[in-house]
């Protein structure tokens, strides 16, 4: 008797488990999370006030230009986000261009030519391995040797700067490898245009 | 937590000359206390235990003569800091507290049960009396030689903060019965990124670092920095009221000077024509800085700089990489790192920069972060590359002997001295993230001293 109902809870259970396994299949929605209700006065005046925003002056925009290029109009940070251009990679400890490294640094000179206005700072990064110290000058190393071959590719050197980040704002948290090769970089950033 | 002020009231005149005369923060001018009574004057003697062996001490809790909650948690708090200030230089030993719990607590100085302590076997009883006044609490303490029944050093302290109460009366106890400096009193500064801020300006996520400092024991730890970018690198200044570090507030990497007792900025280097600055070292008087630089184009070079920004005079001038310096404890010379073999290797050469550098890491494939000691030692720390991460290691300076500190534990870096040069700060990641850990000079008694996000880069205050 008790088995049986205990089976009969069962059987509900499973069809219900299969029934809504089916659902969420056949309707993928995605999940909907209750909204915390909005917080009324009394609430809002115990709460302690929200942190001050960050005061920045607001960075000046050139006005659109007329060509329909999507990399030209863009804002500096979406620029940023797409990577215009191409970072270049090195070995551990060393700010040697590889081939690859000069075939990228080749491309970036495409896009420099193409957007003569732009100017570009070059962060030099380092890997976990070496030390917080030597990394400042190595990174420092690798920005300048990326720099050294733009110009040397023909742009103008007051168009380059470089700062060196050492090891402090990995773009790969991991510790491997593979978080390594991608740390130890040349990475560029638009800062006017 | 402001650390609030007191004067501690000298047994003996002859002892505020000696090196015990250290620098506090000064308070605000409405936190100044009243003049201290006089207290007459007393002998003072040393403890001492059975030949080659360190003193025996009993530390009972100090006894609060007023029963308020205030004094009875202030009595709590020093007798419990200060033996683990006592304990950290290793210079006596210790009745147990379960054996301390046996014999019949004294209520004053007069009813110490020097018979009890004497069987057990202890060389020095150090008792202590919390009293209530105003704005605080009146320590007493007295250290005892047991057999003798004689005050062998006595002295009286007011304050509302018992921390420092139990750290001075250690580097006190310290100072006259080891003739040790003690170094309960100085403070850590390290730069971490606890506060998962967000760097503004960049597309990537990039959380900031900011200055902290804390006491020697890892308590107290405050923000003393909020500029919302990377800050790292810091230094104390030999008189313990500055920290010289580098900040990218400015775009470029600078060194800055915090006052962190006046709040004030000095920006030490600057301006478009400056390049790329970083890795300040104070000169051991306090008024120059050594730092690299890539001002005038090319690799980072070392230079002195007046620390009001004027007098700048550059050291090295290659075309490879001269790094992070340390000066020694005279000031005369000057070690650093350089990479004219291919690989980061400590050098040492006078502070003019004249004369040339001599290699000093002989046997490293990669070494980085020379930090002097402080007398009574001639020593440099540093970090080795040992593996696939780092360890810090000790040359001696006379006998170019190295010895190790750590083994592989993660990795390990950036070692910093303590003013007393028993101990040394580092940073480690064998507890997962980068933590900021002190460690004795002979590798002995690890103490993890951050707990809270990354914390990297120590310097310990002189």
Excluded at chain 2, 132 to 159: C, D, H, I, P, W
Excluded at chain 2, 197 to 226: C, H, L, P, S
Excluded at chain 2, 426 to 435: D, I, N, P, V
């Amino acid at each position: 008797m008790k088995t049986d109902a205990m089976k009969r809870t069962v059987a509900a259970i499973s069809a219900f488990l299969l029934g809504a396994t089916i659902a969420c299949h056949k309707n993928p929605k995605p999940v909907v999370r209750a909204t915390p209700p909005p917080p009324r006065a009394g609430a809002a005046a115990t709460r302690p006030p929200a942190p001050p925003e960050p005061v920045a002056e607001p960075a000046i925009v050139p006005p659109e230009p007329v060509a329909e290029d999507r990399i030209a109009s863009a804002s500096l940070d979406d620029l940023n986000r797409n990577s215009p251009l191409k970072p270049v990679f090195f070995a551990l400890d060393s700010d040697e261009l590889t081939p690859d490294a000069q075939k990228s640094l080749a491309d970036d000179v495409g896009v420099l030519k193409k957007y003569a206005s732009w100017t570009v700072t070059i962060e030099g990064h380092c890997d976990e391995r070496g030390t917080a110290e030597y990394n400042l000058a190595l990174g420092e190393r690798r920005a300048v040797a990326a720099r050294a071959y733009l110009v040397s590719l023909g742009i103008a050197a007051d168009r380059l700067r470089t700062v060196s980040y050492g090891k402090e704002f990995p773009f790969d948290p991991g510790h491997d490898e593979a978080a390594y090769a991608k740390n130890r970089r040349a990475h560029f950033v638009v800062t006017s245009k | 937590m402001r650390t609030s002020f007191f004067i501690p009231f000298l047994a003996l005149a002859a002892f505020v000359a000696g090196p015990a005369a250290r620098q506090q923060p000064p308070p605000p001018a409405s936190q100044q206390p009243p003049p201290p009574p006089q207290q007459p004057s007393e002998i003072e003697t040393r403890i001492s235990g059975d030949p080659g062996v360190p003193p025996r001490l009993a530390v009972p809790d100090f006894i609060a003569i007023t029963k308020d909650k205030e004094t009875v948690e202030i009595a709590r708090l020093v007798s419990q800091v200060l033996w683990d200030d006592l304990n950290f230089e290793r210079e006596f030993s210790f009745i147990p507290h379960d054996v301390i719990a046996t014999v019949p607590a004294a209520t004053g100085f007069n009813d110490i049960a020097f018979d009890r302590w004497r069987e057990l076997n202890a060389d020095g009883v150090l008792v202590g009396t919390v009293e209530k006044q105003a704005g605080g609490v009146k320590v007493a303490m007295k250290l005892f030689n047991v057999r003798t029944r004689q005050q062998a050093f006595a002295k009286e302290y007011t304050s509302a903060n018992g921390r420092l109460i139990a750290h001075t009366i250690s580097d006190e106890v310290h100072e006259s019965q080891r003739a040790l400096h003690g170094i309960a009193r100085t403070k850590l500064t390290f730069s971490s990124d606890r506060d998962g801020e967000r760097m503004t300006g960049t597309v990537e996520k990039r959380e900031v670092k900011e200055i902290y400092i804390a006491d020697y024991d890892g308590e107290n730890q405050r923000r003393v920095t909020v500029n919302r970018t990377l800050n790292i690198t810091p230094r104390w200044s030999p008189d313990g009221r500055s920290i010289a570090y580098t900040s990218y507030r400015r775009g470029p990497p600078q060194v800055f000077i915090s006052n962190i007792f006046q709040g004030t900025l000095e920006e030490t280097t600057k301006g478009d024509r400056a390049g790329q600055n970083w890795l300040p070292a104070w000169s051991p008087d306090g008024q120059r800085l050594a730092f690299g630089s890539t001002r005038d184009g090319g690799t980072s070079q070392l230079y002195v700089i007046n620390r009001d920004g004027s007098g700048l005079r550059r050291l090295t001038n290659d075309r490879w990489v001269n790094t992070t310096p340390t000066w020694s404890p005279s000031g005369n010379q000057i070690a650093f790192v350089s990479d004219r073999t291919g690989s980061p290797q400590i050098y040492v050469m006078n502070a003019d920069g004249v004369g040339g550098a001599q290699r000093l890491s002989a046997s490293e494939g990669y070494a980085d972060k020379p930090s002097w000691s402080p007398p009574p030692f001639n020593e440099i720390a540093y970090t080795a590359r040992t593996g696939p991460g780092n360890d810090i290691k000790i040359i001696d300076m006379a006998t170019r002997v190295v010895r190790q500190l750590t083994f592989g534990e993660g990795t390990n870096e950036s070692p910093a001295w303590a003013a007393n040069g028993r101990h040394l700060a580092f940073m480690s990641t064998r507890s997962g993230k980068e933590q900021i850990f002190t460690i004795d000079r002979m590798g002995q008694h690890l103490k993890q001293i951050t707990k809270t996000g990354n914390n990297q880069q120590p310097d310990w205050s002189r």
